[in-house]
């Protein structure tokens, strides 16, 4: 039975990881996007450029979501916390 609980506990929290990282994957995404097509339009060819929007992005996605990503996963920890006396039987 502890096995069972085990494996159920991590792919609850793989699952929240997943979700916690889709923001700012996606906003990345995007803005890789833009910036690339912006580049090819206008010939630009600094490497430089995605990465520092990218990262501007990214930052700000984590500010602004940061604290309603983080809710599941502290409601999660202290559920396993507390089922941890009954995975060692």
Known sequence: MANNALIEQLQAMLGIVMIMALPPLLGAM????????????????????PVAFKLLVVIAILAVAGPLLVGPLVRLSGQLFDSFPGMTR
């Not at 803005?31 to 090819?40: F, K, M, R």
């Open 30 to 49: 995007a803005v890789g996007l833009l910036v690339g097509l912006l580049q090819a339009v206008t010939q630009v060819q600094d490497q430089s450029l």
